[in-house]
């Protein structure tokens, strides 16, 4: 069954910081990847997902991640941080074939303004 | 649209007691999904449905009952309401499995006492 581990449970950087979110998943085989974002007060939405191509996607508000496959990650990051992506992240993983998404158990980020 | 909505939005049961949370959305999604959320725990599936009349259990069923009856509902049924079931419920429903986005309603405040 595959899993996920998200390295960093609490996150604050001040704004214009760079961000880099760990994520790293456990399967052998072909997988879908996704970062979902849960700002405060809300339900979550998706920020970015990859399933083939190019290893390096681009999300919504500048996030991207990348893949790579032999390390088993799937990190996010922005260049610039801004107050309003103060929120909770979360990496999912879906084994290909599989009806379900495991999700790791976020990271919460908080901004300095 | 309204996409993905849950009632009731909060609730107060004593230990013991029973109560359903509705879920409905109206994208015509075939699957659809019950997770619970934790402080650190992140999301966690309960039961999920790849389509109306099926059923499936996720990584924490046990103390709960799906139905899906009609396409657009899935139903989430305590039968015997304990302290450790308080948490935040997420509904969620998709197009089908794997690269699709899983779209989230703003969940239901379960609080055992």
């Known amino acids: 069954a595959q899993s996920v581990s998200q390295h960093n449970h609490h996150v604050i950087l001040s704004e214009a910081a760079s961000l880099e979110l760990g994520c790293n998943y456990s399967?052998?085989?072909?997988?879908?990847l996704f970062w979902y974002v849960q700002y405060p007060g809300q339900h979550l939405q998706l920020l970015l997902k990859?399933?083939?191509?190019?290893?390096l996607v681009k999300g919504i508000k500048g996030f991207e991640a990348e893949f790579i496959k032999s390390k088993f990650s799937f990190n996010l990051r922005k260049p610039s941080v801004q107050w309003s992506d103060t929120a909770e992240y979360f990496c999912?993983?879906?084994?290909?074939?599989?009806?379900?998404?495991?999700f790791g158990k976020g990271t919460r980020l908080h901004i300095l303004p | 649209n309204a996409g993905v909505t849950q009632t009731p939005k909060f609730r107060v049961l004593k230990t013991g007691q029973s109560m359903t949370l509705l879920c409905a959305q109206d994208?015509?999604?075939?699957?659809m999904y019950w997770y619970r959320q934790d402080p650190g725990m992140g999301l966690r599936l309960i039961h999920y449905?790849?389509?109306?009349?099926?059923?499936a259990k996720g990584e924490v069923p046990d103390g709960y009952n799906v139905s899906r009856l009609k396409k657009q509902n899935f139903l989430l049924g305590l039968e015997s309401a304990a302290p450790s079931q308080t948490s935040v419920y997420f509904c969620?429903?998709?197009?089908?499995?794997?690269?699709?986005?899983?779209?989230f309603g703003p969940g239901t405040r379960l609080t055992v006492t």
């Open positions: 990859y399933f083939s191509g190019d290893p």
């Open positions: 399967y052998g085989g072909t997988v879908n």
């Open positions: 449905s790849v389509g109306e009349g099926t059923t």
């Open positions: 969620a429903s998709s197009y089908t499995r794997g690269v699709y986005e899983q779209y």
């Open positions: 994208m015509n999604h075939e699957y």
């Open positions: 999912a993983v879906n084994a290909r074939g599989d009806d379900k998404i495991i």
